[in-house]
């Protein structure tokens, strides 16, 4: 893969011993590895823009568009923005996103939050509470969101003024608030969708930002990455990609938006690659998952991992060729893969279901383990099953294929390592093969 300069720069910093000419120029290198990541994460908050050739003109779009050097005075010239969902992401995409419109002069302090009113077992709403303590005492406990964040539980009322929505809820609700959104969203308004999933139609299957387009007549990024949100919570550092289809400057202005000295955000043109890395690696999680409850070792694990990666990508290029392969090497893909198979929810989930030997379904466990939070992967399986049935696509896709099974009760769980006993006939989907090809 071809590394930009950021990324050049940090290897060199981890990775090769520092010259103490270049370390005493640029900024001292601290002594610990963990400050070393510290102290280039923050060098590089300031350096938002992914790697592309730039000009004077773009530099100075970029920063007519991010009100640096510009003026705005009028405060009709400022983005307002509006999270849509109030979970444990979403909570912590309030936090990342409020410590930054409370310092850049384009956009309003303020910060609405979308919450699904709930009673909490005091008796209070969880709106009051957020409001009244600057925390999401449900999904985010201990964690201050900013005092600019204010929870709504109106959703036409929380994106009424806003020019910029950020998505991130679960996947199977979104069609009902698009539906609820249409015709209340400002004119010009920008999306971008932190959701993991898709929706499966008669003509086929629908991508969350895609649904968010069509229905709200709205330009749609996404960004996903390795990204567990307890630990971005507590200012761990983590990485994530943004996916955009055409405009670059507004894929830069939602990197502004995130990006934090502890969460480095890089931008990619490919929306459909980051956000099936997204909502595919839940799945692998869940075939990983099985493996640990049925404790097969890491090598069963190292392999169930790679052999999903192959299956991500091919199914994602399947479906729409102009996916990048590079994209499988930013944090929305191998990384998020990886963390999310290692400590994800559904991985979690899917184990103690292999621990019961399948006798206690996710719903059951669900509602258990993740109070009130719900998972993606056993959704998302079978949408992908659904996907690959209608086409006749099952054979190419084993791995995938056995998750769903599994997940729904028709094979054991131990038959996440027995798919492989047949070699796909890729005749029976023209041009395939090349997409399993390492």
Request: proline letters at 4%; glycine letters at 8%.
């Amino acid at each position: 893969m071809r590394l930009n300069h950021r990324h050049r720069l940090i290897s060199l910093l981890l990775y090769s011993p520092p010259a103490s000419s270049f370390s005493s120029t640029l900024f001292p290198v601290p002594k610990r590895p963990a400050a070393i990541v510290s102290a280039v994460a923050s060098f590089f908050s300031t350096t938002m823009a992914p790697s592309a050739p730039e000009d004077a003109s773009h530099n100075a779009a970029l920063l007519s568009s991010s009100g640096v050097g510009g003026d705005v005075s009028s405060a009709a010239q400022k983005s307002r923005v509006t999270i849509i969902g109030s979970g444990n992401w979403g909570s912590v995409a309030s936090k990342l996103i409020a410590s930054n419109t409370i310092k850049l002069a384009s956009f309003h302090d303020e910060v609405r939050m979308w919450v699904f009113e709930e009673k909490l077992p005091s008796g209070e709403k969880l709106t009051e509470v957020i409001n009244r303590t600057n925390e999401n005492v449900k999904y985010l406990p201990g964690i201050k969101l900013g005092k600019n964040v204010v929870a709504d539980p109106d959703l036409e009322n929380a994106v009424r003024d806003a020019n910029m929505l950020v998505f991130v809820t679960p996947h199977q609700f979104m069609e009902g608030i698009c539906k609820r959104l249409v015709g209340k969203v400002k004119e010009g308004s920008q999306a971008i969708s932190l959701i993991k999933g898709m929706e499966v139609k008669m003509e086929g299957p629908c991508m969350i930002s895609s649904l968010i387009s069509e229905q709200l007549g709205v330009n749609c990024c996404v960004l996903m990455g390795a990204n567990i949100a307890n630990e971005i919570a507590v200012e761990k550092f983590s990485e994530a990609t943004v996916g955009y289809r055409e405009n670059r400057e507004i894929a830069e202005k939602w990197v502004q938006l995130f990006n934090t000295p502890y969460f480095m955000v890089t931008a990619v043109q490919d929306v459909e690659g980051v956000e099936l890395c997204g909502t595919l690696k839940n799945v692998v999680a869940l075939a990983a998952g099985f493996v640990d409850g049925l404790e097969m070792g890491n090598n069963t694990k190292a392999a169930i991992m790679r052999i999903g990666l192959r299956e991500m990508r091919a199914f994602s290029k399947i479906l729409f060729p102009t996916v990048k392969d590079n994209t499988f090497f930013e944090s929305c893909g191998v990384a998020d893969l990886i963390t999310t198979c290692l400590g994800g929810r559904n991985r979690r989930v899917a184990e103690a279901f292999a621990k019961s030997g399948g006798k206690r379904s996710f719903d059951e466990l669900e509602a258990e383990m993740l109070q009130g939070q719900k998972l993606q992967g056993v959704s998302t399986a079978r949408e992908v099953y659904e996907v690959l049935s209608n086409r006749g696509w099952l054979e190419l896709f084993p791995l995938f294929a056995a998750v769903h099974e599994i997940s729904s009760g028709r094979l054991p769980p131990s038959a996440i390592v027995e798919y492989g006993e047949h070699k796909p006939n890729f005749s029976a989907v023209e041009g395939a093969a090349q997409y399993f090809s390492s």
